[in-house]
């Protein structure tokens, strides 16, 4: 099993800044995801983070849109640049430490105005 | 494509026994998976079955067909805390995990 903290839980950001988001693992893993989820909706796929190399983003997501840092086994950050209202959402990190189920982070619950 | 489906939303009453079903097609399989969330939470863990037939862990199951391409999960004395969204979600031949839309389970006295 994994244990992985997020933060911030929440955050009411404004227009045109960015917001970086950490994940901390209590285990090493190999990848970290990292998604996004409108209310009432599923799980979309931004990136998968692995240590060592640059993140591998997903289809209308973007590098400078949501860079990616992965330092290390235990740890990755995704920032949210030059935010807009349509960026309002929920993020979640997720890691997969054996070779079965996902673990999540709490999610961070962005607001921007 | 890639495609996993669910019904949007159910409704059952507390004490009684739901099935929510989930069909998909993936390139390749390694693996479907069942999730609870609740509103505002991350998802969490329910059950993990990857060779056909039926899995069972306290008040829930889940079955899997995988000639079929289905599965489902069985909620049996169901309870007001049950009232959650439940998400499907197959591990594809690059072990990627594809997500179904969920499915909103609303638990009436």
């Known amino acids: 099993s994994a244990v992985i903290s997020q933060k911030p839980s929440r955050d009411i950001c404004q227009r045109g800044t960015s917001l970086t988001i950490q994940c901390q693992v209590d285990s090493q893993v190999t990848m970290m995801f990292w998604y996004r989820q409108q209310p009432g909706q599923s799980l979309t796929l931004i990136a998968t983070a692995n240590q060592g190399s640059e993140a591998t983003y997903e289809s209308g997501f973007v590098i400078d849109k949501f860079p990616i840092s992965r330092p290390n086994l235990t740890f990755s950050t995704l920032t949210v640049s030059n935010m807009s209202p349509e960026d309002s959402s929920i993020y979640l990190c997720s890691a997969v430490p054996g070779d079965t189920e996902a673990f999540f982070g709490q999610g961070t619950r962005l607001t921007v105005v | 494509g890639q495609n996993i489906d669910q019904p949007t939303e159910m409704t059952a009453t507390e004490g009684a026994i739901v099935q929510i079903n989930c069909t998909y097609q993936?390139?390749?399989?390694?693996?479907l998976f069942w999730y609870q969330q609740h509103a505002g939470e991350a998802p969490t863990f329910l059950s993990y079955?990857?060779l056909d037939g039926l899995e069972e862990k306290g008040r829930f199951s889940s079955f899997l067909s995988r000639s079929k391409g289905y599965s489902y999960l069985l909620l049996k004395e169901l309870q007001m805390k049950d009232s959650a969204s439940y998400l499907c979600?197959?591990?594809?031949?690059?072990?990627?995990?594809?997500w179904g839309a969920g499915t909103k389970l609303i638990i009436k006295p």
């Open positions: 979600a197959v591990k594809d031949s690059n072990y990627q995990l594809i």
């Open positions: 079955n990857v």
């Open positions: 993936t390139s390749g399989f390694n693996g």
